[in-house]
């Protein structure tokens, strides 16, 4: 069981919440200019993160608000919660490895992930 | 309304209360003989009138809101008012308002209408959620312990104080939790709940009808 802070009603069981998925996707400037293809990577591709990964989620037994958080996928360990709008925070050194690097769609692959398969490589 | 009702007006009031059932009306008996009176007590408080509230607290609409509610809270916990009608913090723009079943526009009150017009045209909304959740009454000495068997917040009296209450899950079930003094909770379940966290609480409460096991 995790143990979430929501910014507004502080720390809950991870069953008080819901997921909401991959943060910082930012809906197309102009959907009709896309490309079935790119439309589609849009609607259906996440990023499948083996390490630190920026995510949403909502309060849904407490206060129904969204708040954004940086979790590890492996070790669950919480980095950091910050609010809906907000850019994903830098916790690059602080963390070794968290940041990203190896995490985007057909990214290098890091030394330090290399044993980490991403299903989302090559799409 | 009037001040004095006319008989069709009471008629009418009458034929309103005798139509309703509450959701929990079945389990009155049950709910009796599973209370330990001077230990831990549970019944219904049936049709207390709800509101709902979406507004902007520190607005003008906020402003008039909060004369007829006695305030509207402003963090997690906070409860407002200190007479019969309460305002409950559900979200930063989101409140929940308590008042008897009297202060109801149906049975001649006047809460729900009043609320609507100080809300005006503003952004926001006044939703009559009466119907929507019932009122459990959990009481005594070991209404704590009852409620720790199964809510995972901190209870304890330093943390959880009087006056508090926190929209939260209980028995897997979400509930309004309003602790009202020391020793008396009021939780409120949505009304296809009432069943189910009624026999819940009974299970639980059970044990404190025997002598304590040293
Ligand atoms: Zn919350």
Same mark, same amino acid.
Not at chain 2, 25 to 38: I, K, N, Q, R
Not at chain 2, 106 to 127: I, Y
Not at chain 2, 193 to 211: C, K, N, V
């Given at each position: 069981m995790l143990l979430i802070s929501c910014p507004n009603c502080g720390p809950r069981d991870e069953t008080e919440f819901h997921y909401g998925g991959? #943060?910082?996707?930012?809906?197309?400037?102009?959907?009709?200019?896309?490309?079935d293809r790119e439309w589609a990577e849009y609607l259906f591709y996440r990023e499948n993160t083996k390490g630190t990964f920026a995510e949403r989620w909502v309060h849904s037994t407490g206060c129904r608000q969204w708040f954004n958080m940086l979790r590890?996928?492996?070790?669950?360990?919480?980095?950091s919660i910050y609010a809906m =709008?907000?850019?994903?925070?830098?916790?690059t050194g602080e963390y =070794?490895? #968290? /940041?990203? #690097? =190896?995490? #985007?769609? /057909?990214a290098p692959t890091t030394s330090t992930a290399a044993a980490a398969p991403t299903s989302s490589e090559g799409v | 309304m009037a001040e004095t009702a006319t008989p069709a007006e009471t008629a009418h009031v009458d034929r309103v209360r005798g139509a309703r059932r509450s959701p929990a009306e079945h389990l009155a008996d049950a709910f009796t003989s599973g209370s330990v009176p001077g230990t831990v007590t549970l019944k219904e408080i049936p049709y207390q009138a709800m509101v709902g509230i979406r507004v902007e607290r520190t607005s003008d609409a906020g402003a008039r809101v909060a004369s007829i509610t006695g305030g509207l809270p402003a963090t997690c916990g906070e409860v407002t008012g200190a007479g019969a009608v309460n305002a409950l913090w559900l979200g930063p723009t989101e409140f929940l308002v308590v008042a008897p079943e009297e202060s109801h526009d149906s049975l001649g009150g006047t809460l729900v209408s009043d609320l609507t017009t100080a809300l005006g045209s503003d952004e926001g909304q006044v939703v009559d +959620?009466?119907?929507n959740r019932t009122t459990f009454e959990l009481n005594g000495s070991h209404a704590r312990a009852v409620l720790e068997k199964t809510?995972? +917040?901190? +209870?304890h009296p330093r943390v959880f104080k009087a006056g508090t209450a926190v929209s939260t899950e209980l028995a897997h079930i979400p509930v309004m939790l309003w602790k009202?003094? !020391? !020793?008396n909770y009021r939780i409120f379940p949505r009304a296809s709940f009432a069943d189910f966290l009624g026999r819940w609480l009974l299970d639980a409460m059970r044990e404190y009808a025997s002598p304590e096991v040293p």
């Amino acid at each position: 069981m995790l143990l979430i802070s929501c910014p507004n009603c502080g720390p809950r069981d991870e069953t008080e919440f819901h997921y909401g998925g991959q #943060a910082h996707i930012a809906y197309p400037e102009n959907p009709n200019d896309l490309t079935d293809r790119e439309w589609a990577e849009y609607l259906f591709y996440r990023e499948n993160t083996k390490g630190t990964f920026a995510e949403r989620w909502v309060h849904s037994t407490g206060c129904r608000q969204w708040f954004n958080m940086l979790r590890d996928t492996v070790s669950y360990d919480i980095h950091s919660i910050y609010a809906m =709008g907000q850019p994903r925070p830098d916790t690059t050194g602080e963390y =070794g490895q #968290a /940041g990203g #690097a =190896g995490l #985007a769609p /057909g990214a290098p692959t890091t030394s330090t992930a290399a044993a980490a398969p991403t299903s989302s490589e090559g799409v | 309304m009037a001040e004095t009702a006319t008989p069709a007006e009471t008629a009418h009031v009458d034929r309103v209360r005798g139509a309703r059932r509450s959701p929990a009306e079945h389990l009155a008996d049950a709910f009796t003989s599973g209370s330990v009176p001077g230990t831990v007590t549970l019944k219904e408080i049936p049709y207390q009138a709800m509101v709902g509230i979406r507004v902007e607290r520190t607005s003008d609409a906020g402003a008039r809101v909060a004369s007829i509610t006695g305030g509207l809270p402003a963090t997690c916990g906070e409860v407002t008012g200190a007479g019969a009608v309460n305002a409950l913090w559900l979200g930063p723009t989101e409140f929940l308002v308590v008042a008897p079943e009297e202060s109801h526009d149906s049975l001649g009150g006047t809460l729900v209408s009043d609320l609507t017009t100080a809300l005006g045209s503003d952004e926001g909304q006044v939703v009559d +959620l009466s119907a929507n959740r019932t009122t459990f009454e959990l009481n005594g000495s070991h209404a704590r312990a009852v409620l720790e068997k199964t809510c995972s +917040l901190d +209870l304890h009296p330093r943390v959880f104080k009087a006056g508090t209450a926190v929209s939260t899950e209980l028995a897997h079930i979400p509930v309004m939790l309003w602790k009202t003094s !020391e !020793e008396n909770y009021r939780i409120f379940p949505r009304a296809s709940f009432a069943d189910f966290l009624g026999r819940w609480l009974l299970d639980a409460m059970r044990e404190y009808a025997s002598p304590e096991v040293p």
